[in-house]
């Protein structure tokens, strides 16, 4: 997915197990991160309010990212969801999320 900078983004995304069903999320903890494919840029982590549970039955969960935030990514990321479910078991979901950079961006950093 590319989006343009500065644009607020909502990314759904389904926790699956090995057998492509939906997890429960009841009573599951959940932490993410948002960082550069080669991972040296952390930008969110789970210390953050910008993740929810939109229906926990059926695996979903949202991650809403403010212009605010996007206005200062650039390239390629990848947003990385683990959950760990009430019986201990644990599941990554990883999707990656590109940001063009707008021209205001590019004047702002000489580019």
């Known amino acids: 997915m590319t989006r343009k900078q500065g644009e607020t983004v909502r990314q759904e995304i389904v926790v699956i197990d090995e057998n492509d069903d939906p997890i429960n999320l009841t009573d599951?903890?959940?932490?993410?991160?948002?960082?550069?494919?080669?991972?040296?840029?952390?930008?969110?982590?789970?210390?953050?309010?910008?993740?929810?549970?939109?229906d926990a039955a059926n695996g979903l969960v949202r991650v809403d990212l403010s212009?605010?935030?996007t206005e200062q990514l650039s390239k390629t990321f990848t947003l990385e969801i683990m959950v760990v479910d009430r019986n201990d078991n644990t599941y990554i979901?990883?999707?990656l999320i590109s940001f063009e950079p707008t021209r205001v961006w590019q004047l702002k950093n000489g580019s």
């Open 67 to 69: 212009s605010e935030i």
């Open 93 to 95: 979901e990883k999707r």
């Open 28 to 54: 599951a903890a959940i932490y993410y991160k948002l960082y550069k494919e080669d991972e040296t840029r952390l930008v969110l982590t789970e210390e953050d309010d910008e993740i929810l549970i939109e």
